[in-house]
């Protein structure tokens, strides 16, 4: 059974597609783009686990911490094609913005409400146009 959850398309990039598909990558805990992310790898530490950002996965945490060199590590990611199809947070700082428009990331908003129902492997669909998330 899908659940349809609100969110709000906080930048989404010109050539990005209205409806992106992918599996859930979720970090419960705030995240450092800059020390939590072995971009080389594509390894994200994730408190005490450490989880693999791939190709079609879609990350999610609740907000993002540390070094303004962070959004670098985007690109980083970008370069090496451990790039997420698309960034939702509870929070996007200004970090985690400025590295989703550097880079071409589609970046969403979602309610803590909202980030507690996302479980890391679920499908979803992000509907970028009506601002929707689906789970599946």
Known sequence: M??????????????????????????????SLLGDLDFKSGMLRCGRSRIKIVPGTVLCY????????????????KVT??????????????????????????????DMETFRALRSGDKITILLNNEMLILE
Request: include cysteine.
């Open 81 to 110: 094609y451990n790039v997420p199809r698309a960034i939702v947070c509870v929070h996007p700082d200004v970090l985690t913005v400025t590295g989703a428009v550097l880079f071409d990331i589609p970046l969403v908003r979602v």
């Open 62 to 77: 609740p907000r993002s911490i540390g070094s303004t060199v962070g959004p670098y590590s985007l690109y980083a990611l």
């Open 2 to 31: 899908s659940r349809r959850l609100r969110c709000s398309t906080v930048y989404r990039p010109p050539a990005a597609p209205d409806v992106i598909e992918g599996v859930v990558l979720k970090c419960p805990e705030p995240i």
